[in-house]
């Protein structure tokens, strides 16, 4: 299949290996010079545009940091809508507001053009093993045909409904994710301070009723589980600005949709006082050190 | 052997029969004579105190609603305290702050007796059933005396430190769990009303990493789970007025521990404004009707 | 003086109306006609587009709803910078998030435009009568030479630095007046269930060190203060989703400085709780609801 | 007037102090010898017990830190009911919890005496200069009667409603007093953030709706207010685990009053998270440390 990828950053980028590795032809557009040469030193061909990069593929999947850049690289003059041909699929895997995903399927069906969002989650691991999640707003027809490309490059696949449900999915998920992290890390700094072995207390969780995967994969107590990131100094894992910034995007949609968020936002100032701290580029489960660092405060 | 049970509630009891199942003998005492009758009935005996209760026998079971209860129980002029011999050990099976539970532990010392903190989940089913946690706090020769009659009463039988770890586990635990159920009352409701089906979102979270028990087991939104509460009106289950009560434990324990514990703190508001609106019955998972029983406000 | 004034709602229209009233010239624009009519038989001229408007005048003033109006008021096609003259200074009114206005005075700048931020507070009436308090962003020229006019709407013109300080100083009180309002509805919601006079409650708070505008001035407990909107119903006053869009503002903000607002972002958990409720449109005291209100919920 | 004065600490001596000073004739008693006799250097007669100070006076005032000290004074073999004649008023100015209050005033109703709860405000400073605040709950007869000798030591003496509503002024005060003052730190802080000169802001919000105590006259922010604590370290003034203290009493009736407290139990944990820091002796107002003290983190 002729697809043309837009966006080759961390994520962005291994994801196109994956659909070159599988037989596809890409056409590539990023702003980074080396990421380009990157990918076609891999096989794929340098477009000078996105217009450039959509003009006469059967599939285009953009890979963006935010709506805006979205927005830009679909409405541009030198954009995807200007060379797609007409009934071509444009899949959005950014992680952006619904109400965006939303506005952009419209503005691509008033071209002619099914727009389907698919964020991912997994992290750049899961990107580069091509085992990441997929979460697929879009119609049947539409889902049924961009499903076989985002195989390649993951192993869930998953329909949330139509567009928009995918960012909706991952960031009611992400939501809960970031509340349910401070939430485990609260609960084992009291249990520590109070004296309870902390591997015992997370054995007792992750059996019982408190058990979430917060703490039963990915608890943020140093020690309990040496595959986590708080094992090895909080490094790698999902950063503390990224959940910032699906929180911030939690925080708008609910905001839309007049819902509130009490612990949502709360959370949402823990991560922000972590990044004040100098901590945003820290796995956001070094939350904890709220709760425990103190030795460093004085 | 010979038991004292202390305290015929709705756990109590039930516990209290298991043990006269399996074959050991019962004195029992509560302040009221239905629940003492229907235990006699059962072929306990009833003592007039706990002193009296206490008296020649070889293990002491208390189960009372909170720490005063057990303070006067033990320490009164006809408490156990008077009436136990040398070297018989105390399990007190009730949910009370670890603080506490020290305290009792070291003057029941004085006396010559070991105590054993000893919480339980699972509820009134889990009490008929038989099926119970025990979360016991107590040194390695009480733990290995007790243990064979707590796993009369439950299934699991954890220790989980010295004296007092128990009550830390089990409340550090339902801190957790009243963070997580109001999390996914959240992130279900704030789903919700952006359109996806909460069914779909439940079966995405619950293979994603958003995953916990208050969502794979337990969810609060109305159908997703048919044994759930609430897809039975938020009726039976585990009332928000003994979450409250768990929480408040939390909350005493950082305050002695310097702790803070932002999202249990904000959690235990969301409770007690249900308990406001007179749903202090209804199962805590009730509390998404904070999020989402706007017609019910107008 | 001939000024260009653009955006006619219930702020805009009575302070156009001032100007008026003092001798001042007017081009006036809206996309309302009947605002503009309004406008126009009190003595403005209408202009067929911000461009017109702001074509051969001497100050140009905007009254917009948010920052994506004033950046199409100001560089649309037809917008103020296509019409003004090179020197000409740009006032903008509206409560808009620093950035945006420190970025509209950089683009104003390249066109040769001073840019002043001055938004204000005091309500409509306070815009009728001319007793509007103007937070002003602006270099000491440049206020220099707005302070008269805005001294013709206003009786409180303050200088608060530089550009953006305008929104800054605003954002900042009305964060601080969301949480305020909040304490003062939490404090006496909870003194009345314990069984005080609220006026005796208020009286001491009054003279005391929980003393504050939202107390003293505005108390939300019916009863307490005549002129309160709590006295009537929470009618007129300043409506819940103004206040939930200046709290949006400071989130916004808080977000870009890397400073966690915990209790702003609480406090506007539970604007948005009454906005959801239906009750957007009543005065921001009217939040003493969601304490007390509760025979309304069951 | 012969008067028994039970609890000489940082408070209680210079309150005691001014009694003597003012013509009364004082029995005092305290655990520590050093602050019995100082005051009987000063003119006042020790006593061995409560019992034996409240014997033959005309009335007794006690000054302590908890309701357990109070309960124990008072009910102790050697407490103050065990002294005290039929019909001599009981006045204890300690803050605690509404209800312990009224329990003890059924308590002493029971043996004849009058209670009065009259809980204070002004620090160590009042008390020294006679100008503390009393809050008084008391049924008008025992008002009129211990209005006179608390006007002694302080300059406002108000009457809040009968036994218990003393306790409740103080307490409900003191939650929104902890809440405005983090919600100051909160505005100042993410003001200087986005560039504001800190006074500039101050001397808007002091005449703008933002306005409160804990901004005009005791701003957390350094250099704001030379007579604050923030102007010499955050020394003297009211420390934080006092506020602790206040915010954990209000915490306490708000749970027996089914109310809930969103704001105030956050804001308990901002100070719980100072006093975790070592700073639980620092004045409340350097709770804006935590949203400003970044380098020390690091």
């Keep these: 299949m002729k697809i043309a990828f837009i966006g080759l950053g961390n994520m962005g980028a291994p994801m196109a290996r994956n659909l070159l590795k599988n037989g596809h032809t890409l056409n590539v557009f990023d702003l980074s010079r080396d990421a380009v040469q990157s990918l076609v030193d891999a096989g794929a061909t340098a477009s000078a545009s996105p217009k450039a990069a959509a003009t006469g593929v059967e599939l285009v999947i953009t890979m963006l940091p935010a709506a805006a850049h979205v927005k830009s690289v679909l409405t541009a003059d030198d954009g995807v809508l200007a060379g797609i041909a007409r009934g071509v699929t444009i ?80 960031i009611c998920n992400n939501l809960l994710l970031g509340i349910t992290m401070a939430g485990v890390a609260e609960a084992m700094s009291l249990g520590a301070a109070l004296g309870i072995d902390p591997k015992v207390l997370a054995g007792i969780v992750n059996t019982s009723t408190g058990r979430c995967w917060s703490s039963d994969t990915y608890n943020p107590f140093p020690g309990i589980i040496e595959t986590a990131p708080s094992s090895r100094g909080y490094t790698g894992g999902f950063g503390t600005d990224l959940m910032l910034k699906d929180l911030g995007l939690a925080a708008d949609a609910a905001k839309s949709a007049k819902q509130p968020i009490y612990l949502g936002a709360l959370a949402q100032q823990l991560y922000q006082t972590m990044s004040q701290h100098g901590d945003g580029g820290l796995d956001f489960s070094a939350v904890i050190k709220l709760y425990r660092d103190v030795g460093a405060k004085r």
């Design 91 to 170: 899949v959005d895997s950014s992680t952006i507001d619904p109400a965006s995903a939303q506005g952009f399927a419209k503005l691509a069906a008033e071209h002619g053009n099914p727009f389907v969002d698919a964020p991912v989650s997994g992290g750049t691991g899961g990107a580069a093993a091509g085992t990441l999640t997929f979460m697929v707003g879009a119609n049947a027809t539409a889902y049924e045909q961009v499903n076989p490309v985002l195989a390649v490059m993951g192993k869930n696949i998953v329909h949330c409904g139509d567009t928009g449900m995918g960012q909706v999915a991952k």
